[in-house]
């Protein structure tokens, strides 16, 4: 048996596990599928990285040129775990843990992380050329390996599960796990390619993790992982220092400042556009509280910049769509303050969760007023459009693209959805709704905003250039774009400006002004970084007669999203329970004790004085 405690001390530098920790690395790792609940900040990525660490493959890796008859694969190894006499310490066993993650900020962060420890991690998402894929796949085949992340989206594609095959898996971790199920309040349908590749190693154990899950979400993700037996960890849902507040608020960002004054520290506030985060942030910055906003919209290195800000304490409030907080792991922030009622109590509990990690009290506190019934209406009608509004979207879709019938599979398009509605007179949130039920129903994947790297290409031959008038820094780029990318007089590089910004001792700001200077010039053409969604046909164009959702992609999904609005709006609008005993029971978990520090224990206080 492996010690698992020396694996973490050693390489995470932590004395002790938290509760429940080791009992789900035990699980997982003698071999036993494993669904672990685990509140936000519970510490889920030790439950996948540790076992990991001590796991051999269970199957030869031969290369993929090799045929049947080929030797060399070796006997197939069982599982086991490697003690610290074994060289746990050491020399690490090959095995590789597979890590399936709908949030690329996430894996590129846990990825950094693992790296910084000696650990060789690598993640594959959107974006990465055909060459880094293939490089990153090599290093976990044949490069001692210990982790690799995919999306889930990453299942989707054939080649990739074709070279799954050779890859000494050891373990598979599902992170978001309630994403597999129809049940839950974020299906995505990739996942149900989890069961298919589990087919490919059979013996290796798979994790599945989630913050929140209903019993009913419980059940559907061991019946679609293909669990061998139940077994399931759970953590309390109770927050002892967590005080759980509704405010009735006419005024909300009037309140928003009320709240700020009143509670010291760091806070996160959420609202659900994005315009309203620049809004909110201008708002508080104006009543001298500093902030800063956060959306999916916004480029890499701005959200790493005003993120990192924000962790130091440099800039107290972030004011985001959900966009923003997972994996973040900030554990004194005292404040949570939602401006807009979520959609379900899930996502409510997750992100109010965020509040108070570090055990002192905190506060998660709703805004609410007689106005939010009426939108909580609407979004109903927006998030389910008509289904003759589905097949005109998917119609508008294929001659926007030119997409011909029977024709497309396997085609990306980037998708500036603004761009789109406006082309085709379509109204902006049914479209996109319609767009979403569509990749739900497996028409097409609709990939999350993903940013694309900048490029540059050099307009003017070597000749002409020798003859422009540059600035000395203007000429300093020019020659470092000729010097370090061959081709780019005749296809766009994808060029690295963090690259040029130190080899010519630029400010990034710098940098991008210098490219555009040149551009406007006609020196260049330089395509800045940007954040764009994509769609990508998963079946050839149908004719609009096939194109249809069945009861349960559109009905039942229907009535599902409506009863978790109504419980959400139910929760907001109570005044006669406990609102963490309403919280928890909604997850299944009973419990005696009223908080006494919810806004309705508080004031139950007050008239029984």
Known sequence: MADYLDILKHYWGYEAFRPMQEDIIRSVGSGRDTL?????????SICFQVPAMAMEPLSPTPSPDRGKGDEGGGESPKLRAKSQEAGCMGEVPDGLCLVITPLVALMKDQVMHLRAKGIKAFALYAGQTNKQVQETLDNCQFGHTKFLYVSPERLESERFRQRLKFLPIAMLAVDEAHCISQWGYDFRPSYLKIAEIRSFFPEAPVLALTATATQEVVDDIQEKLLFKEKNVFRKSFVRENLSYVVRQADDKPEMLVHILKSVAGSSVVYVRNRQKTREIAEYLRSQNISAEFFHAGLINAEKDARQQAWMK????????????????????VRTVVHMDLPDTIEAYFQEAGRAGRDGE??????????????KV???IT???????FLKRVYEAVGDYYEVAIGFGAERSF???????CQQKHLAILPTHAAISLLAQAGYWLYTDEQETPPRVMIRMSREQLYKEQLTEQEEQVVNWLMRQYTGIFTDPAIIREEDLCKALQLKPREATSLLIGLSRNGIIRYIPRAKTPYITYILDRQPLERVSLT???????????????MAMLEYAEQTQFCRQQLLVGYFGETTEDACGTCDICIEAKKQAQ
């Open 414 to 420: 980037a998708f500036h959805l603004e761009e789109f």
């Open 377 to 379: 209406q609407k979004r």
């Open 551 to 565: 009861e349960e992609q559109y009905e039942q999904k229907q009535v599902r999203y409506q009863k978790r609005l």
């Open 36 to 44: 672990a609940l685990l509140p936000t900040g519970g510490g889920k």
């Open 313 to 332: 304490g440099e800039c107290r409030v972030m004011v985001a769509t959900n966009a923003f907080g997972m994996g973040i792991d900030k554990a004194d």
């Open 361 to 374: 009290r905190a506060y998660a506190v709703l805004l609410y007023n007689r106005t939010d019934r009426t």
């Open 382 to 388: 927006d998030n389910f459009p008509e289904r003759d």
